[in-house]
């Protein structure tokens, strides 16, 4: 093939604009590459983008891109379009100019990357429970103490609504503008079994902020309350409830039960707050997704004579709102029967 025709195959292949009078110029001068031909320290590999010519590609490379003409003198290959398109990595070797024009190309290969399969669940909107979790908590039986107290008010009043400047003793270090919620404590919550008692129902009665501090002494300001407030009245950090929760699931094995139904209920549905037995000890937080089982029925087997336990079956799905150290607050978001106190609690399960 004549270098002529090469050069027109070269340029129609991609796209290379020369004007006349410099591919003419080309022709006629010396063709000898030297290393001070290459610009220094450039970025290798060059990569090839949509609409590259050769002229851009020259320019890249060399000092003088009018130079051009040798390199793919002897690289024909590439006058090929279908050896050279985006994505291909050019590299120029100044070491091998002499030899080989330095030039070299490598075709991008797919890559397969292999990752376990992950579940994406939606968030769930929990805003509606919100009212719920501000009146109603679970805590341990040695929380009962909360973090302080109210100690009085400014004008020396004996309940206290919204608005009230009131005195605090807090027994940890807090900072203005960290918010306390006042609380007292109600039912003991004991396992259906044993009867064990493994936490305490609280009733919260308002929520009060820091505002400043001295001699040892707190100031604070009543936000809101659902009941009047009084000299005593326990004080607890209030939860930041995050009330778009993605559901995620525990790493290992979980077995637990229901301990409780808001608000004394006897059965629970869809939709109403349970408390479990299992909570951060277990590997449970906000967001964590599980199955409420019933245990399976005895039945007397006409065959062989034998009671037989049938297999539990799975009758809803809840999430972990407020996770504790060992008991946690949760949302029932399906059930197919009522939920009773004492049925399992597993990991999600689909029947």
Request: charged residues 25%; hydrophobic residues 40%; positive net charge.
């Amino acid at each position: 093939m004549k270098l002529q025709h090469f050069l027109v195959i070269a340029c129609i292949s991609l796209a290379c604009l020369l004007p006349a009078q410099a591919m003419a110029d080309e022709l006629a001068m010396p063709q000898e590459m030297t290393e001070a031909d290459v610009k220094p320290n450039l970025p290798q590999p060059y990569v090839v983008k949509k609409g590259d010519t050769l002229w851009d590609i020259s320019s890249y490379f060399f000092k003088d891109p009018m130079k051009w003409m040798k390199i793919w003198e002897k690289n024909l290959y590439i006058s090929n379009p279908d050896l050279i398109y985006p994505g291909n990595e050019i590299w120029f070797d100044v070491k091998k100019i002499k030899k080989s024009g330095g030039l070299a190309k490598q075709r991008p290969q797919p890559a397969v990357l292999i990752k376990p399969v992950e579940k994406l669940e939606p968030k769930v909107d929990t805003s509606r429970l919100l009212t719920a979790l501000a009146r109603q908590d679970f805590i341990q039986a040695d929380e009962i103490n909360g973090v302080g107290y109210i100690l009085d008010s400014e004008d020396e009043r004996i309940n206290y609504g919204a608005g009230e400047r009131l005195y605090l003793k807090i027994n940890q270090p807090a900072q203005d503008g960290d918010l306390f919620d006042v609380f007292r404590t109600g039912d003991p919550i004991k396992d259906p079994d044993s009867g064990k008692v493994v936490g305490l129902l609280v009733n919260h009665l308002g929520q009060i902020e820091v505002r400043s501090q001295a001699s040892g002494v707190y100031r604070g300001v009543v936000l809101n309350t659902f009941e009047e407030l009084s000299r005593g009245d326990r004080l607890k950090p209030s939860k930041d409830v995050d009330t778009r929760i993605t559901p995620s699931y525990p790493e290992g094995s979980v077995a637990g039960k229901v301990l409780y139904i808001r608000n004394n209920a006897t059965e629970a549905g869809q939709n109403q707050m349970i408390g479990i037995s299992l909570g951060k000890g277990s590997g449970l937080k906000a967001g964590t997704a599980l199955s409420v089982h019933r245990a399976g029925r005895m039945v007397k087997d006409r065959v062989s004579g034998k009671n037989v336990r049938l297999p539990e079956e799975k009758i809803g799905e809840l999430l972990v709102l407020v996770a504790q150290s060992k008991g946690s607050l949760a949302l029932v978001t399906n059930s197919t029967s009522a939920i009773n106190i004492g049925d399992a609690i597993r990991n999600k399960a689909d029947r």
